[in-house]
């Protein structure tokens, strides 16, 4: 009961538009789960990519991370898991909607001879959903993951 009592506050502390982006994830989450299954990276991208709008004012890149920190944080409480690349693809379309330049990036690591592979989303070259270091880590492609050849 504590803990729901501790969620509830810091919901209520948050800001008009950061609860929104947390609900709205918390809301969407699950779909992009179930579309990526279905479709596939490449071409649900395609089928979200939008152009980008002009936004009047771009936020900082301190508002950029606490939308990142938020889509984690709704990751965390949704129906089903919600990878990095669920959360990452969602970001990535969410700030595209905002108006927000940023990447969808994917890297690859080995680790005790497996592969792993991660996602994040770049804003001119800084992770926003993710440590600092996350492209050192994960060796990335050398270029943002692009939904291009799927448009028509």
Not at 29 to 47: E, K, N, S
Not at 126 to 148: H, L, M, Q, T, W
Request: include cysteine.
């Amino acid at each position: 009961m504590q803990r729901l009592t501790r969620n509830l506050a810091r919901f209520r502390a948050l800001a008009p538009a950061e609860r929104r982006t947390l609900l709205s994830a918390m809301a969407l989450l699950p779909l992009f789960r179930v579309a990526l299954r279905l479709y596939g990276l490449q071409p649900l991208q395609a089928r979200l990519h939008r152009k980008i709008r002009p936004g009047s004012a771009q936020p900082g890149l301190d508002d950029l991370k606490r939308n990142g920190a938020l889509v984690n944080s709704a990751a965390g409480v949704v129906l089903g898991p919600a990878n990095c690349l669920t959360r990452s693809l969602y970001l990535w379309w969410l700030l595209r909607r905002r108006g927000v330049q940023c990447q969808l990036r994917i890297g690859v690591r080995l680790a005790a001879g497996a592969l792993e592979a991660h996602a994040w989303v770049e804003h001119a070259g800084v992770p926003i959903n993710d440590r600092e270091d996350v492209g050192k880590a994960f060796g990335a492609f050398d270029g943002a993951v692009s939904p291009s050849r799927f448009l028509t």
